[in-house]
Nanobody
Framework: QVQLVESGGGLVQAGGSLRLSCEAS????????MAWYRHPPGKERELVAN???????NYADSVKGRFTISRTRNNNAWYLQMNSLKPEDTAAYFC?????????WGQGTLVTVSS
C-alpha cells in the first residue's frame, strides 16, 4: 500500500487555475500508473487523468486541453495543472496510485469553482 497526500485544492473563479499535488511514500512496490479522479456532488466518481510509467497519458474528454497531468522522474509525486476551470469542475479530487499490490488513494482535496 502507498501513502498518498494531496494538496492544492481551493476556491477559484471560473476561468482560473489551480495545481493539485500528490506525494507518495511507503510504497513497497513500484508505482505503475498515477492518476487523478474526482467525485462531483451528486455524481459518480470519474477518472480525470492518468499517466503511466511509460509517460503515456489519458484524459477525460471533459478536461482535454484544459488539464495537464505530470509527474516527477522517480514517480513519487504527480500533479494536475487545471486551467480554464469551469463550475462543473467542482468536486473532491483524489489521487490514485496503482502498483502490483493494487490501488491506493489519497484523502482528497476539494476544488470549488464559482461562476
Amino acid at each position: 500500500q502507498v501513502q498518498l497526500v494531496e494538496s492544492g485544492g481551493g476556491l477559484v473563479q471560473a476561468g482560473g487555475s489551480l495545481r493539485l499535488s500528490c506525494e507518495a511514500s511507503r510504497s513497497k512496490y513500484p508505482i505503475n500508473v498515477m492518476a487523478w479522479y474526482r467525485h462531483p456532488p451528486g455524481k459518480e466518481r470519474e477518472l480525470v487523468a492518468n499517466i503511466h510509467v511509460s509517460g503515456n497519458t489519458n484524459y477525460a474528454d471533459s478536461v482535454k486541453g484544459r488539464f495537464t497531468i505530470s509527474r516527477t522522474r522517480n514517480n513519487n509525486a504527480w500533479y494536475l495543472q487545471m486551467n480554464s476551470l469551469k463550475p462543473e469542475d467542482t468536486a473532491a479530487y483524489f489521487c490514485n496510485a496503482r502498483t502490483a499490490w493494487g490501488d491506493s488513494w489519497g484523502q482528497g482535496t476539494l476544488v470549488t469553482v464559482s461562476s
